[in-house]
């Protein structure tokens, strides 16, 4: 039985989106492999988005470590339905064991530092305060929606490649 999060498959993916192959997740190399990916965006009872400190820990080989990034996300594993993988990343990553996602979308990702992706895209509010795992996640940080479009106009460099990304395609359907 599998039991550490490394050793799970994940897909490997062309640029049509198509699986040609797999690895385990200790082995992926996130710059080089174009991966599934999945974003949950949770918003608080009083409608403020929570973002995540992506931690800079160098075992974790994050990559935009110490910026603004969505309030969860993680690598589709193999054969994995999409929500299953955000729900998995709601518990494991925030403790939150039910939520009503909704999903915003899903699109090809090429980010400016070459970093490819599949990117489904889910949102959720939560009633209850959310708490991040330690071992997941440094910090979570709520902002209104102006507080991030001040953030995004006058220091773009405080949010994760891919936040910037979503931002731009779905701002305009988050509940805030």
């Known amino acids: 039985m599998l039991s550490s999060h490394e050793e799970f498959y994940v897909e490997l993916l062309n640029e049509r989106g198509e699986v040609v192959g797999t690895k385990k997740r200790k082995d992926v190399d996130k710059r080089m492999d174009f991966l599934h990916g999945v974003y949950v965006l949770v918003f608080s009872k009083d409608k403020k988005l929570v973002l995540c400190r992506i ?11 110490g910026r603004l990034g969505a309030t969860a996300a993680t690598i589709v594993r193999h054969r994995e339905p999409l929500e299953v993988a ?61 507080e991030v479009e001040h953030l995004i106009k006058s220091d773009p460099a405080k949010f994760s490649l891919p936040f910037l990304s979503l931002w731009e395609a779905y701002q305009d359907r988050l509940p805030f």
């Open 55 to 65: 931690p800079q820990a160098a075992k974790q080989k994050k990559l935009y470590a």
């Open 86 to 146: 955000a729900r998995r990343v709601l518990a494991t990553e925030l403790f939150i064991d039910y939520a009503d996602l909704a999903m915003l979308g899903e699109k090809m990702e090429c980010y400016e530092d070459e970093v490819r992706r599949l990117v489904a895209v889910f949102y959720c509010t939560h009633k209850e305060p959310v708490m991040q795992n330690p071992q997941e996640q440094d910090e979570l940080v709520e902002l209104t929606r102006k």
